[in-house]
Protein backbone atom coordinates (compact mmCIF):
# COMPACT_ATOMS: atom_id res chain seq x y z
CA UNK A 1 0.00 0.00 0.00
CA UNK A 2 1.02 3.39 -0.70
CA UNK A 3 2.18 5.66 2.39
CA UNK A 4 -0.94 7.34 3.70
CA UNK A 5 0.54 10.54 3.67
CA UNK A 6 1.00 10.26 0.09
CA UNK A 7 -2.47 9.37 -0.30
CA UNK A 8 -3.83 12.08 1.94
CA UNK A 9 -1.90 14.26 -0.09
CA UNK A 10 -3.01 13.35 -3.65
CA UNK A 11 -7.01 13.91 -2.15
CA UNK A 12 -6.15 17.12 -0.49
CA UNK A 13 -4.20 18.26 -3.85
CA UNK A 14 -7.93 17.80 -5.65
CA UNK A 15 -9.71 19.31 -3.16
CA UNK A 16 -11.65 16.60 -1.87
CA UNK A 17 -11.77 15.24 -5.18
CA UNK A 18 -9.99 11.88 -6.99
CA UNK A 19 -9.09 11.53 -10.56
CA UNK A 20 -9.46 7.98 -11.86
CA UNK A 21 -8.32 6.00 -14.39
CA UNK A 22 -10.39 3.52 -16.66
CA UNK A 23 -11.25 -0.23 -15.55
CA UNK A 24 -12.04 -2.37 -18.34
CA UNK A 25 -13.91 -5.66 -17.81
CA UNK A 26 -13.68 -8.43 -20.69
CA UNK A 27 -15.90 -11.17 -20.60
CA UNK A 28 -16.19 -14.66 -22.85
CA UNK A 29 -19.87 -14.78 -23.72
CA UNK A 30 -22.24 -12.59 -25.94
CA UNK A 31 -21.23 -9.96 -28.11
CA UNK A 32 -20.18 -6.07 -27.80
CA UNK A 33 -22.31 -3.62 -28.27
CA UNK A 34 -19.24 -1.04 -28.84
CA UNK A 35 -20.87 1.84 -27.30
CA UNK A 36 -18.60 2.18 -24.32
CA UNK A 37 -16.37 5.19 -26.55
CA UNK A 38 -13.52 2.34 -27.02
CA UNK A 39 -11.50 2.55 -30.02
CA UNK A 40 -12.64 -0.07 -32.38
CA UNK A 41 -9.24 -1.72 -32.17
CA UNK A 42 -8.65 -1.78 -28.55
CA UNK A 43 -12.40 -4.62 -28.13
CA UNK A 44 -9.96 -7.12 -27.49
CA UNK A 45 -7.10 -5.92 -25.85
CA UNK A 46 -7.14 -7.73 -23.00
CA UNK A 47 -6.56 -11.22 -25.06
CA UNK A 48 -8.53 -12.73 -27.76
CA UNK A 49 -8.92 -15.87 -25.05
CA UNK A 50 -10.68 -13.50 -22.51
CA UNK A 51 -13.19 -12.33 -25.01
CA UNK A 52 -14.37 -8.75 -26.07
CA UNK A 53 -14.27 -5.90 -23.68
CA UNK A 54 -18.13 -5.43 -21.93
CA UNK A 55 -17.91 -3.39 -19.36
CA UNK A 56 -16.39 -0.16 -17.66
CA UNK A 57 -16.54 -0.40 -13.97
CA UNK A 58 -16.30 2.79 -11.52
CA UNK A 59 -15.58 3.69 -7.85
CA UNK A 60 -14.65 0.04 -7.67
CA UNK A 61 -12.76 -2.32 -4.91
CA UNK A 62 -13.82 -5.28 -6.32
CA UNK A 63 -12.74 -8.10 -8.07
CA UNK A 64 -14.47 -9.16 -11.00
CA UNK A 65 -15.02 -13.24 -10.73
CA UNK A 66 -14.58 -14.02 -14.71
CA UNK A 67 -12.18 -17.03 -14.75
CA UNK A 68 -8.46 -16.24 -15.47
CA UNK A 69 -9.12 -12.06 -14.74
CA UNK A 70 -5.79 -10.67 -13.16
CA UNK A 71 -5.04 -9.82 -9.55
CA UNK A 72 -6.59 -6.17 -9.85
CA UNK A 73 -9.21 -6.93 -12.59
CA UNK A 74 -12.40 -5.13 -12.01
CA UNK A 75 -10.94 -3.00 -8.95
CA UNK A 76 -10.61 0.81 -9.92
CA UNK A 77 -7.40 3.16 -9.59
CA UNK A 78 -6.68 6.89 -9.30
CA UNK A 79 -4.45 8.92 -11.61
CA UNK A 80 -1.96 10.80 -8.90
CA UNK A 81 0.10 12.33 -11.67
CA UNK A 82 -1.05 12.10 -15.34
CA UNK A 83 1.51 9.38 -15.75
CA UNK A 84 -0.92 5.50 -16.12
CA UNK A 85 2.37 3.86 -14.68
CA UNK A 86 1.59 5.28 -11.42
CA UNK A 87 -1.56 4.98 -10.42
CA UNK A 88 -2.83 3.39 -7.36
CA UNK A 89 -5.13 1.14 -6.08
CA UNK A 90 -8.76 2.55 -5.50
CA UNK A 91 -9.12 0.32 -2.67
CA UNK A 92 -5.54 1.47 -1.01
CA UNK A 93 -7.08 5.26 -0.75
CA UNK A 94 -10.32 3.52 0.97
CA UNK A 95 -8.17 1.40 3.72
CA UNK A 96 -5.93 4.14 4.52
CA UNK A 97 -8.26 7.09 4.44
CA UNK A 98 -11.44 5.34 5.79
CA UNK A 99 -13.92 7.32 7.16
CA UNK A 100 -11.73 10.62 5.75
CA UNK A 101 -12.89 9.56 2.26
CA UNK A 102 -16.08 7.87 2.27
CA UNK A 103 -17.62 9.59 5.68
CA UNK A 104 -18.50 7.87 8.74
CA UNK A 105 -21.64 6.18 8.24
CA UNK A 106 -20.36 3.76 5.46
CA UNK A 107 -17.41 3.21 7.75
CA UNK A 108 -19.83 2.67 10.82
CA UNK A 109 -21.53 0.63 8.67
CA UNK A 110 -19.37 -1.44 6.19
CA UNK A 111 -15.92 -0.85 7.19
CA UNK A 112 -14.93 0.02 3.99
CA UNK A 113 -16.50 1.83 0.46
CA UNK A 114 -19.69 -0.79 -0.15
CA UNK A 115 -20.72 -0.03 -3.98
CA UNK A 116 -19.59 0.05 -7.59
CA UNK A 117 -21.38 1.31 -10.81
CA UNK A 118 -20.80 0.22 -14.09
CA UNK A 119 -21.21 0.34 -17.69
CA UNK A 120 -22.75 -2.66 -19.66
CA UNK A 121 -22.25 -2.82 -22.92
CA UNK A 122 -23.77 -6.07 -25.00
CA UNK A 123 -24.87 -6.48 -28.58
CA UNK A 124 -27.72 -9.50 -27.39
CA UNK A 125 -29.57 -9.52 -24.09
CA UNK A 126 -28.19 -11.36 -21.43
CA UNK A 127 -28.51 -15.17 -20.31
CA UNK A 128 -31.31 -15.52 -17.17
CA UNK A 129 -29.47 -15.05 -14.65
CA UNK A 130 -29.59 -15.17 -10.63
CA UNK A 131 -27.49 -13.22 -7.59
CA UNK A 132 -28.18 -15.46 -4.65
CA UNK A 133 -30.50 -13.65 -2.27
CA UNK A 134 -29.34 -12.56 1.13
CA UNK A 135 -30.14 -15.81 3.11
CA UNK A 136 -28.67 -17.52 0.24
CA UNK A 137 -25.58 -15.81 0.62
CA UNK A 138 -25.39 -15.83 4.13
CA UNK A 139 -25.71 -20.22 4.04
CA UNK A 140 -22.62 -20.00 2.09
CA UNK A 141 -19.93 -17.65 3.93
CA UNK A 142 -17.72 -15.76 2.50
CA UNK A 143 -20.56 -14.52 -0.35
CA UNK A 144 -22.58 -11.13 -0.89
CA UNK A 145 -25.39 -10.63 -2.31
CA UNK A 146 -25.52 -8.66 -5.49
CA UNK A 147 -28.31 -5.63 -5.20
CA UNK A 148 -27.96 -3.90 -8.55
CA UNK A 149 -29.72 -0.52 -10.23
CA UNK A 150 -30.37 -0.36 -14.16
CA UNK A 151 -30.44 3.26 -15.82
CA UNK A 152 -30.24 3.48 -19.73
CA UNK A 153 -28.95 6.62 -20.28
CA UNK A 154 -29.36 8.52 -23.69
CA UNK A 155 -25.88 9.22 -24.55
CA UNK A 156 -24.19 5.89 -24.50
CA UNK A 157 -27.09 4.51 -26.58
CA UNK A 158 -26.77 5.36 -30.33
CA UNK A 159 -27.89 2.22 -31.07
CA UNK A 160 -30.42 0.05 -28.80
CA UNK A 161 -29.37 -2.97 -29.83
CA UNK A 162 -30.52 -6.27 -30.67
CA UNK A 163 -33.56 -6.62 -28.53
CA UNK A 164 -33.93 -3.97 -25.84
CA UNK A 165 -36.14 -6.35 -23.43
CA UNK A 166 -35.49 -7.43 -20.34
CA UNK A 167 -36.92 -10.40 -18.62
CA UNK A 168 -37.71 -10.70 -14.95
CA UNK A 169 -38.22 -13.67 -12.71
CA UNK A 170 -41.31 -15.61 -13.85
CA UNK A 171 -44.95 -15.22 -14.60
CA UNK A 172 -46.92 -15.06 -11.44
CA UNK A 173 -49.06 -18.26 -12.76
CA UNK A 174 -45.83 -20.40 -12.58
CA UNK A 175 -44.78 -22.82 -10.21
CA UNK A 176 -41.43 -23.87 -8.76
CA UNK A 177 -41.85 -27.22 -10.32
CA UNK A 178 -42.38 -25.71 -13.75
CA UNK A 179 -38.98 -23.71 -13.28
CA UNK A 180 -37.47 -27.03 -11.59
CA UNK A 181 -38.55 -29.09 -15.13
CA UNK A 182 -36.84 -26.93 -17.47
CA UNK A 183 -33.50 -27.12 -15.37
CA UNK A 184 -33.49 -30.67 -14.90
CA UNK A 185 -32.46 -30.98 -18.69
CA UNK A 186 -29.91 -28.18 -18.31
CA UNK A 187 -27.31 -30.51 -19.78
CA UNK A 188 -29.89 -32.22 -21.98
CA UNK A 189 -31.72 -29.81 -24.50
CA UNK A 190 -32.47 -25.92 -24.93
CA UNK A 191 -34.99 -25.23 -21.50
CA UNK A 192 -36.37 -21.74 -23.04
CA UNK A 193 -36.88 -20.88 -19.26
CA UNK A 194 -37.78 -17.88 -20.63
CA UNK A 195 -40.93 -19.09 -22.31
CA UNK A 196 -42.02 -18.86 -18.23
CA UNK A 197 -40.56 -15.50 -17.43
CA UNK A 198 -42.22 -12.11 -18.66
CA UNK A 199 -40.42 -9.63 -20.15
CA UNK A 200 -40.51 -5.39 -20.15
CA UNK A 201 -39.34 -3.01 -23.20
CA UNK A 202 -36.58 -0.75 -21.66
CA UNK A 203 -37.30 3.05 -21.81
CA UNK A 204 -33.99 5.27 -22.07
CA UNK A 205 -33.53 7.67 -19.77
CA UNK A 206 -35.51 5.34 -17.14
CA UNK A 207 -34.56 2.37 -14.78
CA UNK A 208 -35.30 -0.22 -12.71
CA UNK A 209 -33.95 -2.02 -9.33
CA UNK A 210 -33.13 -5.65 -9.59
CA UNK A 211 -32.79 -6.97 -5.62
CA UNK A 212 -30.70 -10.29 -5.16
CA UNK A 213 -32.82 -13.27 -5.97
CA UNK A 214 -34.65 -12.44 -8.83
CA UNK A 215 -34.13 -14.05 -11.84
CA UNK A 216 -33.37 -11.24 -15.13
CA UNK A 217 -32.00 -11.09 -18.72
CA UNK A 218 -30.51 -8.02 -19.43
CA UNK A 219 -32.00 -6.70 -22.89
CA UNK A 220 -29.23 -5.04 -25.17
CA UNK A 221 -29.19 -1.31 -24.12
CA UNK A 222 -26.02 0.21 -22.50
CA UNK A 223 -26.53 0.02 -19.19
CA UNK A 224 -25.56 2.48 -16.08
CA UNK A 225 -25.30 0.10 -13.03
CA UNK A 226 -24.79 0.91 -9.16
CA UNK A 227 -24.78 -2.36 -7.39
CA UNK A 228 -23.17 -3.29 -4.20
CA UNK A 229 -19.79 -4.56 -3.70
CA UNK A 230 -20.19 -8.51 -5.07
CA UNK A 231 -19.91 -10.35 -9.07
CA UNK A 232 -21.90 -13.67 -7.98
CA UNK A 233 -24.04 -15.28 -10.27
CA UNK A 234 -25.42 -18.53 -11.72
CA UNK A 235 -26.80 -18.76 -15.11
CA UNK A 236 -30.19 -20.45 -15.45
CA UNK A 237 -30.86 -20.34 -18.93
CA UNK A 238 -28.77 -22.72 -20.84
CA UNK A 239 -28.89 -21.80 -24.60
CA UNK A 240 -28.61 -18.28 -25.35
CA UNK A 241 -28.37 -16.74 -28.71
CA UNK A 242 -27.01 -19.65 -29.80
CA UNK A 243 -24.68 -20.36 -26.89
CA UNK A 244 -24.42 -23.44 -24.49
CA UNK A 245 -23.59 -22.88 -21.22
CA UNK A 246 -22.78 -25.81 -18.79
CA UNK A 247 -23.96 -26.96 -15.64
CA UNK A 248 -21.35 -25.25 -13.95
CA UNK A 249 -23.03 -22.05 -14.56
CA UNK A 250 -26.14 -23.24 -13.42
CA UNK A 251 -24.57 -24.50 -9.82
CA UNK A 252 -22.34 -21.52 -9.16
CA UNK A 253 -21.43 -20.76 -5.88
CA UNK A 254 -23.36 -23.66 -4.70
CA UNK A 255 -21.48 -26.30 -2.13
CA UNK A 256 -19.90 -28.99 -4.02
CA UNK A 257 -22.20 -31.44 -2.05
CA UNK A 258 -25.10 -29.99 -3.60
CA UNK A 259 -24.04 -29.07 -7.23
CA UNK A 260 -26.27 -31.47 -8.42
CA UNK A 261 -29.59 -30.51 -6.17
CA UNK A 262 -31.97 -28.79 -7.50
CA UNK A 263 -34.10 -27.35 -4.55
CA UNK A 264 -30.46 -26.33 -2.89
CA UNK A 265 -30.03 -24.08 -6.46
CA UNK A 266 -33.40 -22.68 -6.21
CA UNK A 267 -33.57 -22.21 -2.96
CA UNK A 268 -31.02 -19.08 -4.24
CA UNK A 269 -34.07 -17.01 -5.43
CA UNK A 270 -36.78 -15.11 -3.70
CA UNK A 271 -39.66 -16.72 -4.81
CA UNK A 272 -42.13 -13.86 -4.04
CA UNK A 273 -40.34 -11.31 -5.48
CA UNK A 274 -40.08 -13.32 -8.55
CA UNK A 275 -43.56 -14.16 -9.09
CA UNK A 276 -45.33 -10.90 -7.58
CA UNK A 277 -47.79 -9.46 -9.85
CA UNK A 278 -47.08 -5.94 -9.38
CA UNK A 279 -43.08 -6.13 -10.61
CA UNK A 280 -43.43 -2.98 -12.64
CA UNK A 281 -45.31 -1.17 -9.75
CA UNK A 282 -42.47 -2.17 -7.20
CA UNK A 283 -39.04 -1.95 -9.19
CA UNK A 284 -39.36 0.51 -12.28
CA UNK A 285 -37.83 3.63 -11.40
CA UNK A 286 -38.97 6.68 -13.41
CA UNK A 287 -36.08 10.01 -12.50
CA UNK A 288 -37.39 11.80 -9.59
CA UNK A 289 -36.26 15.72 -9.10
CA UNK A 290 -34.13 16.04 -6.28
CA UNK A 291 -32.97 19.79 -6.41
CA UNK A 292 -32.64 22.56 -9.13
CA UNK A 293 -31.53 25.91 -9.41
CA UNK A 294 -30.28 28.67 -11.86
CA UNK A 295 -28.13 27.08 -14.24
CA UNK A 296 -28.92 23.03 -13.38
CA UNK A 297 -31.40 19.86 -12.48
CA UNK A 298 -30.55 17.19 -10.62
CA UNK A 299 -32.63 14.22 -10.43
CA UNK A 300 -32.56 10.75 -8.64
CA UNK A 301 -31.96 8.01 -11.14
CA UNK A 302 -31.35 4.90 -8.36
CA UNK A 303 -33.39 5.01 -5.02
CA UNK A 304 -36.12 3.08 -3.57
CA UNK A 305 -33.69 0.58 -2.02
CA UNK A 306 -31.07 -0.31 1.06
CA UNK A 307 -28.37 -0.29 -1.13
CA UNK A 308 -27.61 1.98 -4.16
CA UNK A 309 -28.35 5.32 -5.22
CA UNK A 310 -27.60 7.49 -8.23
CA UNK A 311 -28.49 10.87 -9.15
CA UNK A 312 -28.34 12.50 -12.84
CA UNK A 313 -26.48 15.83 -13.15
CA UNK A 314 -27.53 18.76 -16.25
CA UNK A 315 -25.66 21.64 -15.98
CA UNK A 316 -26.54 24.35 -18.86
CA UNK A 317 -24.38 25.89 -21.29
CA UNK A 318 -22.16 28.42 -20.12
CA UNK A 319 -23.09 27.79 -16.13
CA UNK A 320 -21.31 27.45 -12.88
CA UNK A 321 -22.64 25.71 -10.35
CA UNK A 322 -22.01 24.47 -6.64
CA UNK A 323 -23.57 21.52 -5.69
CA UNK A 324 -23.52 19.35 -2.23
CA UNK A 325 -24.77 16.26 -2.37
CA UNK A 326 -23.88 15.22 1.34
CA UNK A 327 -22.32 12.01 0.46
CA UNK A 328 -19.25 10.27 -0.79
CA UNK A 329 -19.85 9.39 -4.59
CA UNK A 330 -18.06 8.29 -7.50
CA UNK A 331 -19.18 10.26 -10.75
CA UNK A 332 -18.99 9.77 -14.90
CA UNK A 333 -19.55 12.54 -17.11
CA UNK A 334 -21.50 11.11 -20.25
CA UNK A 335 -22.02 14.68 -21.62
CA UNK A 336 -20.15 18.04 -22.71
CA UNK A 337 -16.66 19.38 -21.32
CA UNK A 338 -16.01 21.92 -18.84
CA UNK A 339 -14.57 22.09 -15.02
CA UNK A 340 -15.06 19.66 -12.19
CA UNK A 341 -13.81 20.91 -8.68
CA UNK A 342 -9.92 21.65 -9.69
CA UNK A 343 -9.85 19.61 -12.27
CA UNK A 344 -11.12 19.65 -16.30
CA UNK A 345 -13.79 17.04 -17.39
CA UNK A 346 -15.12 15.99 -20.52
CA UNK A 347 -16.67 13.35 -21.98
CA UNK A 348 -14.70 11.18 -24.31
CA UNK A 349 -15.28 11.06 -28.16
CA UNK A 350 -12.73 7.78 -28.26
CA UNK A 351 -10.66 5.90 -26.01
CA UNK A 352 -7.33 3.81 -26.52
CA UNK A 353 -7.09 0.93 -23.91
CA UNK A 354 -4.61 2.02 -21.39
CA UNK A 355 -5.23 5.80 -22.11
CA UNK A 356 -6.15 8.35 -19.07
CA UNK A 357 -9.69 10.23 -19.42
CA UNK A 358 -10.78 13.19 -17.52
CA UNK A 359 -14.39 12.11 -16.85
CA UNK A 360 -14.53 9.69 -14.23
CA UNK A 361 -14.06 11.36 -10.47
CA UNK A 362 -14.13 10.08 -6.60
CA UNK A 363 -15.62 12.76 -4.45
CA UNK A 364 -14.66 12.74 -0.87
CA UNK A 365 -17.77 13.08 2.19
CA UNK A 366 -16.22 16.55 3.24
CA UNK A 367 -15.99 17.83 -0.15
CA UNK A 368 -19.35 16.64 -1.04
CA UNK A 369 -20.48 18.26 1.95
CA UNK A 370 -18.59 21.21 1.34
CA UNK A 371 -19.89 21.36 -2.12
CA UNK A 372 -17.88 20.77 -5.77
CA UNK A 373 -17.61 23.92 -7.80
CA UNK A 374 -18.58 22.73 -11.50
CA UNK A 375 -18.45 24.73 -14.82
CA UNK A 376 -19.69 23.72 -18.47
CA UNK A 377 -17.45 25.38 -21.09
CA UNK A 378 -19.61 24.63 -23.77
CA UNK A 379 -21.71 28.01 -25.44
CA UNK A 380 -24.35 24.91 -26.94
CA UNK A 381 -23.80 21.63 -25.12
CA UNK A 382 -25.40 20.71 -21.80
CA UNK A 383 -22.71 18.82 -19.19
CA UNK A 384 -24.55 15.64 -18.10
CA UNK A 385 -22.51 13.66 -14.73
CA UNK A 386 -24.33 10.68 -13.73
CA UNK A 387 -23.19 10.23 -9.86
CA UNK A 388 -23.19 6.67 -7.37
CA UNK A 389 -23.71 6.43 -4.24
CA UNK A 390 -23.39 4.07 -0.87
CA UNK A 391 -27.01 3.69 1.11
CA UNK A 392 -26.15 7.23 3.32
CA UNK A 393 -26.98 9.11 0.59
CA UNK A 394 -30.53 10.18 1.95
CA UNK A 395 -32.65 8.20 -1.50
CA UNK A 396 -35.89 8.75 -1.25
CA UNK A 397 -38.35 5.82 -1.26
CA UNK A 398 -40.26 4.85 -4.16
CA UNK A 399 -43.25 6.82 -4.31
Known amino acids: MADVNFLRKVLNDGDGVLRMVPTWVPRP ?98 FHHIHHDEKACARYGGVKPK ?55 MELGTGWYTPAGVVHAPGSLCTYEPQWNSDVMAIWENVVNGEVFGYDALSGYIPEEDVYDLDVILDTANWELNTCPDYRERFFRPPLPESSGKGYVQNWIAYGNHYVGAKELTIDPGAEVVIR ?20 CESPTMIRYG ?45
Open 147 to 201: HEHYYFPRQYNPHLGEMPITYFGFDPSVTREEVKERLKNFTVKDGRITELSRAFR
Open 29 to 126: FNRPGRRLRLHPDDYYAMGMNRGAIVERWFSSITHVETPGAGPYEGMSFVNVDDDPSHSVLFKDFVDALGEELIGPELMRRFGTWPMYSKFYDYMQPL
Open 355 to 399: QLTADEFFVSHAASCVGVTIRNDSAYEPLVILKHFGPDCGMPKKG
Open 325 to 344: DGAAYGCVVVQGHGRFGAFS
